[in-house]
C-alpha cells in the first residue's frame, strides 16, 4: 500500500509518497508532528517519493528507488537503505533546483540567534560535532545544508536530522541514549548510516539567525588541543564559494550574498579531537557573548 503525506521542513513544504513500510516507519519517527496527511499544506515545493523498484527487483535483491516530480535521478539502493535514500533524496533536490535561496553544503549552527557555518568534506567529523553542539545547547539549523536569504544574508532554518556514519553511531547513542534515531542503513556508500532528530525549540525553531562564524572543521584523533587557523576574508570566499551549490547560477545575487556572510563573519580552519573544545572556542572567542 501507498503511503503519502506533507510534510514540512520550513522553508519548503515536500509531499512525500512511499510503498515501504521502512521509509514510513523512519519519517514518522524523525519527523514527528511535522508530517501531516496529503493536503495539508496548503502549497507544495517538491514531490519526491521512495519506493520498490519494479521488475525482478521487487522480488531478487529487493531495491528501493527515487523519484523527484516523476525523474529518477539516483541509482536505486538496497531496501535496507531506502530511508537514507530519501534524506539524501531531499539534498539533491534543493541542490538541484532552488534558486530563491543561496544553498551552501555546511553544517549550520545558532546559539542567541548567532550561527556558525561548518562547510566540511566527508569524514571531518562535522556531523558528529553538529550533534554535540546540537544537544548542548545550540539550535541545530541544518546539518546539510545550509540555506542563506540573498536579501537579508541571514541563515534560515532547513532543521532535518543529522547523518551520522560508522563509529559515529555508538558515540551518539552513547551520548544521546534517549534520542530519537533512525533504523541503521549498512554498507552504503558511506558505510553504515544512521539519522539523529535533534531538540528542537518550538519558541526559536523557524527563525532566522545571523552568521557570525564560518569555521573549517576537521577532526585529528591524533593531536591533543584544539588548533585553530585564522582565515582572511580572500580565503574564507574560495574555500566558502567552493561549497555553494547554485552561486553560479544565482549570479550576482548569489556572489553580493556570499561576499557578505564572508565581510561579516570571522573565519577559521580549526583540527579538533573533543567536540567540547569546539563549544568552547566558539561561544569563548566567536561568538558576541561571554
Known amino acids: 500500500m501507498t503511503a503519502t503525506y506533507d510534510v514540512?521542513?520550513?522553508?519548503?513544504?515536500?509531499?512525500?509518497?512511499?510503498?515501504?513500510?521502512?521509509?514510513?516507519?523512519?519519517?514518522?519517527?524523525?519527523?514527528?508532528?511535522?508530517?501531516?496527511?496529503?493536503?495539508?499544506?496548503?502549497?507544495?515545493?517538491?514531490?519526491?517519493a521512495v519506493r520498490h523498484s519494479t521488475g525482478l527487483r521487487r522480488w531478487f535483491r529487493p531495491q528501493a528507488s527515487f523519484f523527484c516530480d516523476q525523474h529518477e535521478p539516483l541509482k536505486p539502493l538496497h531496501l535496507s537503505q531506502a530511508f537514507a535514500m530519501l534524506e539524501w533524496g531531499m539534498n539533491w533536490t534543493i541542490a538541484a533546483h532552488e534558486l530563491q535561496h543561496v544553498?551552501?553544503?555546511?553544517?549550520?549552527?545558532?546559539?542567541?540567534?548567532?550561527?556558525?557555518?561548518?562547510?566540511?568534506?566527508?569524514?571531518?567529523g562535522k556531523?558528529?560535532?553538529?550533534?554535540?553542539?546540537?544537544?548542548?545547547?545550540?539550535?541545530?539549523?541544518?546539518?546539510?545544508?545550509?540555506?542563506?536569504?540573498?536579501?537579508t544574508f541571514e541563515a534560515i532554518p532547513f532543521a532535518r536530522p543529522i547523518c551520522l556514519k560508522n563509529k559515529s553511531i555508538d558515540l551518539a547513542r552513547s551520548w544521546f541514549p534517549d534520542a530519537p534515531f533512525s533504523t541503521v542503513a549498512k554498507d552504503t556508500h558511506k558505510g553504515d548510516v544512521?539519522?539523529?532528530?535533534?531538540?528542537?525549540?518550538?519558541?526559536?525553531?523557524?527563525?532566522?539567525?545571523?552568521?557570525?562564524?564560518?569555521?573549517?572543521?576537521?577532526?585529528?584523533?591524533?593531536?591533543?588541543?584544539?588548533?585553530?587557523?585564522?582565515?582572511?576574508?580572500?580565503?574564507?570566499?574560495?574555500?566558502?564559494?567552493?561549497?555553494?551549490?547554485?552561486?553560479?547560477?544565482?549570479?550576482?545575487?548569489?556572489?553580493?550574498a556570499l561576499t557578505h556572510v564572508v565581510e561579516q563573519a570571522d573565519s577559521y580552519h580549526i583540527e579538533y579531537r573533543d567536540a567540547a573544545d569546539v563549544k568552547a572556542f566558539l561561544e569563548q572567542e566567536v561568538l558576541e557573548y561571554v
Open 8 to 48: 514540512l521542513i520550513p522553508p519548503f513544504n515536500f509531499r512525500v509518497q512511499t510503498d515501504i513500510a521502512l521509509v514510513e516507519q523512519n519519517l514518522h519517527t524523525l519527523y514527528g508532528q511535522q508530517v501531516l496527511p496529503e493536503g495539508t499544506l496548503p502549497f507544495i515545493d517538491y514531490h519526491i
Open 103 to 124: 544553498i551552501v553544503h555546511s553544517g549550520i549552527l545558532a546559539k542567541h540567534n548567532q550561527a556558525i557555518l561548518f562547510p566540511a568534506p566527508p569524514g571531518s
Open 127 to 151: 556531523s558528529t560535532m553538529s550533534a554535540y553542539l546540537a544537544f548542548n545547547g545550540w539550535r541545530l539549523l541544518s546539518d546539510e545544508m545550509a540555506v542563506i536569504d540573498p536579501e
Open 194 to 256: 544512521i539519522h539523529l532528530s535533534a531538540p528542537l525549540n518550538e519558541d526559536d525553531r523557524f527563525a532566522p539567525a545571523r552568521i557570525k562564524g564560518i569555521v573549517f572543521p576537521k577532526y585529528n584523533p591524533d593531536i591533543t588541543d584544539i588548533q585553530i587557523t585564522q582565515l582572511n576574508q580572500s580565503q574564507a570566499m574560495h574555500e566558502l564559494a567552493d561549497n555553494a551549490f547554485n552561486f553560479s547560477l544565482m549570479a550576482h545575487r548569489g556572489f553580493k
